[in-house]
């Protein structure tokens, strides 16, 4: 029983002996290899550009003029001297009433005229000899200068006959065609086109009191805050104007106020009516700093950006934002234009840890979108160099 006892100790042995060597090989490989590299990440000063704070705005088109063609006298049409739809100057015929009633009454007012014109003058001799009595000469006075008026007003009857634009702008479409009896000379009277002015065009909308305000203190240098506009279909903002209207009360209930902008609409393209995003100057040109929106991480209500140090330490930087200028987001503080902003890879740099950082550039790379709340300044360009340089 002993002997069996001592080769099997001795087996155990030869077991256990190979699987410790080779655990002990797998460590010293190990050892061998290290630890892993930081991992990579683009890095990349904030950019200085020139920003403009705008506001955004939705509102509804208007005419800057409108008025309802009605005749002045009733009759008959005789023709219509438009298509609809066309733009139309001041002046212009538009429709033709048929005139023989109005030269009727003018043949006979023009008789009566001269009947009146007639017994005056004989007055004015026989008062002189006093043939007749002052009394008598008076009534002869007044009838001819009754008649006279009563000739002139038929003048003006076989006249608005011509129905004619009373200002430039876009015709509506016909509401009486040729045969149709139309009344005139009345608030009742047929309404037989409507003429609205579109250049320049207005845009109204609602503001706060605090953005009613900031205009205000802004309209007091002479110069009326530029805006700029967008169409539904549209992607950008290309047509412009200014404001030119504040309503003269705020709503005490809604605590809003009425604005108005005046947009060029030199081809008459913007009809009343429709709707328009508008961004409205909420600020002078100032010198931001900025950084690709994705570069700001949030930790609870803070906004972060991760600064990357010298030794690659990556550490993180309460920031305060501005607005949104294309794809890259303002900052008003908690950066230095000397700064290496983490601005790709963010879910890799933990702070705290070290990164392995790869230094690009920024450049601006769209255009504000209906959300924006900031544009760049007229003169600054699409991609700037980073600010330390």
Not at 29 to 51: E, T
Not at 140 to 152: D, L, S, V
Not at 232 to 240: A, F, I, L, R, V
Not at 360 to 378: C, D, H, N, S, Y
Request: aromatic share 6%; with cysteine.
């Amino acid at each position: 029983m002993r002997e069996l006892s001592a080769p099997r100790g001795v087996a155990i042995v030869c077991m256990v002996l190979p699987l410790a060597l080779g655990a002990c090989g797998r460590g010293a490989a190990s050892g061998q290899q290290g630890a892993p590299p930081p991992p990579p990440v683009a890095v990349a000063n904030p950019i200085a550009q020139d920003v403009v704070d705008w506001d955004s705005f939705v509102g509804r088109f208007e005419a800057s003029k409108s008025v309802e063609v009605r005749a002045r006298v009733g009759g008959y049409v005789q023709a219509v001297n438009f298509r609809d739809g066309q733009y139309v100057n001041q002046g212009q015929l538009l429709f033709t009433l048929d005139p023989r009633p109005a030269q009727a009454q003018l043949d006979f007012a023009r008789a009566q005229l001269a009947l009146a014109k007639a017994d005056y003058e004989r007055a004015e001799k026989l008062v002189k000899e006093t043939a007749i009595s002052q009394q008598e000469f008076d009534a002869a006075k007044a009838a001819f200068t009754q008649a006279e008026a009563t000739a002139q007003a038929r003048e003006l009857d076989l006249e608005f006959t011509k129905v004619t634009a009373p200002m430039s702008g876009m015709v509506s479409d016909r509401r009486a065609d040729p045969g149709n009896l139309v009344s005139g000379g009345s608030a009742q009277a047929t309404v037989l086109t409507t003429i609205v002015a579109t250049n320049p065009i207005y845009l109204t909308f609602d503001a706060s009191e605090a953005q009613l305000l900031k205009y205000q203190r802004q309209a007091r240098s002479g110069k009326a805050a530029p805006v700029k506009v967008r169409l539904q279909d549209e992607t950008d903002y290309k047509w412009q104007g200014r404001l030119d209207f504040a309503d003269n009360a705020v709503d005490a209930s809604s605590g809003a106020v009425r604005l108005r902008a005046a947009i060029d609409n030199k081809q008459n393209f913007i009809r009343p009516g429709m709707f328009g995003n508008a961004l409205v100057v909420g600020s002078p040109t100032y010198k931001a700093l900025m950084v690709p929106d994705q570069a700001i991480v949030t930790q609870g209500a803070a906004k972060m950006a991760l600064v990357v140090a010298a030794d690659g330490v990556v550490t993180p930087r309460p920031v305060e934002l501005g607005p949104l200028d294309g794809s890259l987001r303002v900052v008003r503080s908690g950066l230095q234009p000397s700064d290496l902003v983490v601005i790709s890879g963010v879910q890799r740099a933990q702070p705290g840890q070290k990164v392995t950082p790869q230094k690009v550039q920024i450049k601006q790379e769209a255009a504000p979108t209906e959300t924006a709340r900031g544009l760049a300044a007229p003169s600054a360009m699409a991609s700037a160099p980073p600010a330390s340089k």
